[in-house]
């Protein structure tokens, strides 16, 4: 399922589809300069959505609930996260 790229709540993601995916921040070196906004910490689990990024090419991992500016949003890279589970919310 494609989503749109933004800065997203929790609430607003699952609006689109009743499912949650989770992820724990493994990588938060090499923060690009020119990112303004929210920055994961690492160790920590987060819910997040893939979006496929039409700039990048390739699919980005969003943080659901940061805020941050554009270009970016709250878009980052895969090889920052590790993948754990997906929820499927009732």
């Known amino acids: 399922m494609e989503y749109e790229v933004g800065n997203l709540s929790l609430q607003e993601a699952t609006r689109h589809a009743p499912v949650v995916d989770y992820a724990r ?20 689990l987060y819910p997040v959505r893939v979006v496929n990024s039409l700039l990048e090419g390739m699919p980005l991992i969003h943080i659901l609930g940061f805020q941050a500016e554009a ?4 878009a ?7 993948m754990l589970y997906t929820m499927w919310l009732n």
């Open 71 to 74: 270009p970016y949003y709250n």
């Open 76 to 82: 980052y890279a895969p090889h920052r996260f590790q």
């Open 25 to 44: 921040c493994i990588d938060v070196s090499k923060r690009p300069a020119n990112h303004a906004g929210d920055w994961p910490e690492e160790g920590k």
